[in-house]
């Protein structure tokens, strides 16, 4: 018997295939974004870790909105709530102390994902490279070169509508020139990671912008998760700034001027801050984005296995959840994603829902898995609302 919701093997194969058949031949993906490995026989299922794009039915919604109805219907008392968020750095801290540098893996798949990460000069090679390596896997998933293409020119910034940003790329940068001098100012391309923890997307963005003319800038409010960033092999200061920083707090400073950035990265972070406070945060944050400047978010979507596994008595409000070592976490919705940005001013290139199917291939253990992927640009200078004739957001 398959352990997860107690469904056979069969059963639940046949269910996954039957919707991923479909929705394969109805509407074809590319490699990115979101993968495309499609379950399409259900004696493989088991056959790799991760299946791509699973389709759920109108009873799996029913069954996942019944468990989090019924886990959250014990919330943890009001007066116990507020230490959750009040001492969420030391939480965090405690965290990083016990798992260290092993608890995530470096995110290799960022580039394929997230291709504004590369300097413009190095974009289209290297996503040229990506789509060819996975050309294979885009052939058996019924993807063909056009689709790809189109998808790209649709929602990429690389594509058709790169001339207008590139324009005002250039502009931002000769405004920063009356700008004192800032650690990454000599950079032609900066980027941003909030939340960086002990650098599993760090090391791999180094790894890709080395002399490339980028900078890359990484904060985290736990001490502990900076140091050892600090720390790895691979931390080289003339391209990167590691730095303790709180998002939350309202009068905290970043060492770089508003607009001055290229690209925000967060992954898996918003998600552990209290949703009351969050549209200040993306606020604040898209104030330090050029125009023509991207906003890249991934974090967990609503009905993720993990919000389902919560005991009752864990819940601290709608949706949000405090773990056993204290830490929190928020499932978002694609609708609350889009608000949230959309009312900081900026514009929607990408906000997609990836629900996939983990599998623990020696358990035999099957995970639905819903993620949130979404891209953001703060508009061009030519583009603003009326009523903000100074530029500002």
């Known amino acids: ?14 269910a996954f295939v039957t919707s991923a058949v479909k929705f394969k031949n109805t509407k074809p993906r590319p490699v990115a974004p979101l993968g495309s490995r499609i379950l399409t026989n259900t004696d493989d299922i088991f056959k790799h870790n991760m299946w791509d794009h699973i389709k759920w039915t109108v009873e799996d919604k029913e069954n996942a909105r019944q468990k989090v109805q019924e886990n959250s219907s014990v919330q943890i008392p009001a007066p116990e709530r507020g230490k959750f968020d009040a001492e969420a750095c030391q939480f965090w801290d405690k965290f990083y102390e016990v798992h260290q540098s ?24 290297r996503v040229t490279n990506v789509h060819h390596e996975h050309k294979v896997i885009q052939i058996q998933s019924g993807c063909t070169a056009d689709t790809e293409k189109r998808h790209y020119q649709h929602n990429d910034p690389t594509g058709g509508s790169w001339k207008i940003n590139n324009w005002n ?19 032609s391309f900066r980027i941003l990671e909030v939340g960086c923890g002990v650098g599993n997307s760090v090391f791999p963005i180094l790894n890709n912008i080395r002399n490339t003319d980028s900078f890359l800038y990484c904060c985290d409010f736990s001490a502990r998760a900076i140091q050892m960033v600090q720390d790895h092999q691979d931390y080289d200061k003339s391209i990167c700034h ?7 707090e309202e009068g905290s400073s970043f060492p770089f001027p508003p607009q001055s950035l290229d690209v925000i990265l967060a992954v898996f972070v918003l998600s552990s801050i209290h949703p009351e406070r969050l549209q200040g945060v993306v606020n604040r944050l898209s104030s330090y984005l050029k125009p023509g ?11 993720d296995f993990s919000q389902l596994r919560f005991k009752k008595g864990r819940c601290l409000s709608d949706h ?25 001013g900026l514009e929607e290139i990408q906000n ?26 703060k ?15």
Request: overall charge positive; proline content about 4%.
């Open 293 to 303: 400047g991207m906003f890249l978010f991934r974090d967990y979507g609503r009905y």
């Open 379 to 393: 508009p061009s200078l030519h583009f603003l609302p009326e009523h903000s004739p100074n530029g500002q957001i």
């Open 169 to 187: 790329y250039q502009e931002a940068q000769q405004e920063l020139k009356d700008v004192p001098s800032f650690l990454g100012h000599d950079a």
């Open 242 to 248: 590691a730095f303790v920083h709180d998002i939350c």
């Open 1 to 14: 018997m398959l352990k997860w919701r107690s469904f056979s093997v069969a059963k639940q194969g046949t």
């Open 102 to 125: 092993k608890f995530f893996k470096d995110r290799r798949w960022l580039f394929l994902e997230f291709p504004e990460l590369l300097h413009p000069s190095h974009r289209e090679n």
């Open 352 to 377: 997609l829902e990836d629900r996939r199917l983990q599998v623990n291939r020696k358990k035999k253990v099957a995970m639905r898995r819903v993620w949130i992927q979404s891209k953001f640009r």
């Open 320 to 344: 949000f959840y405090t773990r056993g070592d204290g830490t929190c976490v928020y499932y978002f919705t694609e609708e609350e994603v889009g608000d949230l940005f959309s009312k900081a």
